[in-house]
């Protein structure tokens, strides 16, 4: 398990904010404003509560980056890690414009009046269009590809969060038996399974998707008063947040109280192909679209490429689902640090789905993969 300070002072340096600083510059985007948030976390360390209060990290491409905080909250970040990066805080009272101070204190740095301002992608709107009117003369757009192209590739120390997460979801998948039976509601297992994710560490639990029979056919079903019956394929894919932000995700299929007919067993065969073969496909220079390719291949080859109704994956970080996109269209080659989820499934409307998903990270050479539990088609006594 991590523990929270320990961790978080490893992970975040003030080169991330000079950094994107950097990119922003390159990229000719005068100021970036990133509101609470998995883009202010990576920056900054601040773990930062989303509320109507403005809260933000402004960056101007040149001059130090600080933060715009309300008065209430400047002690807490003085002495979280935010405080520890030495960024300056500027504090506002319950009748100040912050959108005003901040928009003051970045053009004194910059020495004009930014213009092109990029702002965090789940930034909220009320925050954006304060930005946006403190500054008459600016245009907003996403400050995403500064960001993106940062946390999209992970250092040592996050691919370890990252791992120790999956090592942790995946303990989680070696319970199933235990929780998974015939008789019982998928929300009666997802409630043993959220249990379960906090006890093995996690501090959040992001999602328990417990698809049986039918309801496996649709990727995202979560939960339902549904009882699993004798012989019902149920997919489970399951992920949280560790105490240091990281995300698990990862997706078995079990057959409970029976055995998988000849035809699911057949088409499970070359679900399980096409998962390894994008996996094996993954090392730098190779692009996203390509990896999608290596497993949507295999599924159309046999036949079943209807049934394959998503991409392959998405990035995974302190989100679940961030940059880069494993889809058709996306000729993002890879570079090593990069990690994203290889969960191609096939779902069969009605009847039932499966899926397999695996954590991996580009490396110098190859792939590394950070879920290591069996991939079969698991039988379970029920
Ligand atoms: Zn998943
Ligand atoms: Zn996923």
Request: charged share 20%; net charge negative.
């Amino acid at each position: 398990m991590v523990t929270a300070t320990s961790s978080t002072d490893a992970l975040v340096t003030i080169d991330r904010v000079h950094a994107a600083r950097d990119l922003a510059d390159d990229a000719g985007v005068d100021l970036l404003v990133l509101t609470p948030g998995s883009d202010l976390r990576y920056l900054s360390g601040y773990n930062a509560h989303a509320m109507e209060r403005l809260t933000a990290l402004a960056v101007p491409r040149s001059g130090e980056p600080f933060l715009v905080v309300p008065r209430l909250e400047a002690p807490m970040v003085d002495a979280g890690p935010a405080g520890g990066l030495g960024l300056e805080v500027l504090a506002w009272d319950e009748t100040d414009d912050p959108f005003a101070l901040l928009a003051g204190a970045a053009t004194a740095r910059l020495g004009t009046a930014p213009v092109r301002v990029g702002v965090g992608a789940r930034t909220w709107a009320e925050h954006a269009l304060g930005v946006q009117r403190a500054l008459p003369g600016s245009a907003l757009e996403l400050a995403s590809p500064v960001l993106d192209r940062l946390r999209m590739v992970k250092s040592a120390a996050e691919i370890e969060e990252l791992a120790a997460a999956g090592a942790a979801i995946d303990r989680v998948h070696a319970r199933m038996g235990e929780w998974l039976r015939v008789g019982r509601t998928e929300a009666e297992v997802g409630a043993d399974i959220a249990a379960a994710i906090l006890a093995e560490g996690h501090v959040g639990v992001d999602f328990t998707i417990v698809g049986s029979g039918p309801n496996g056919a649709s990727p995202h079903h979560e939960l339902s008063g549904r009882t699993i019956g004798a012989g019902d394929l149920v997919v489970v894919d399951i992920g949280g947040e560790t105490a240091t932000g990281y995300r698990s995700d990862c997706t078995r299929t079990y057959v409970v109280g029976g055995a998988a007919d000849a035809e699911v067993a057949e088409w499970y065969a070359v679900l399980r192909a096409a998962q390894e073969a994008a996996t094996a496909a993954v090392r730098p220079g190779v692009t996203a679209q390509e990896i999608d390719a290596a497993a949507r291949t295999v599924i159309d080859d046999a036949g079943w490429g209807e049934h394959f109704i998503h991409r392959t994956g998405h990035g995974i970080g302190l989100d679940t689902h961030e940059a880069p996109y494993i889809v058709a269209g996306n000729d993002l080659p890879l570079v090593p640090g990069i990690a994203f989820s290889v969960e191609p499934g096939i779902y069969l409307a009605g009847r039932c789905g499966a899926r397999i998903e695996d954590i991996v990270v580009c490396t110098e050479d190859g792939v590394r993969t950070l879920n290591d539990g069996p991939r079969e088609l698991a039988e379970l006594a029920g």
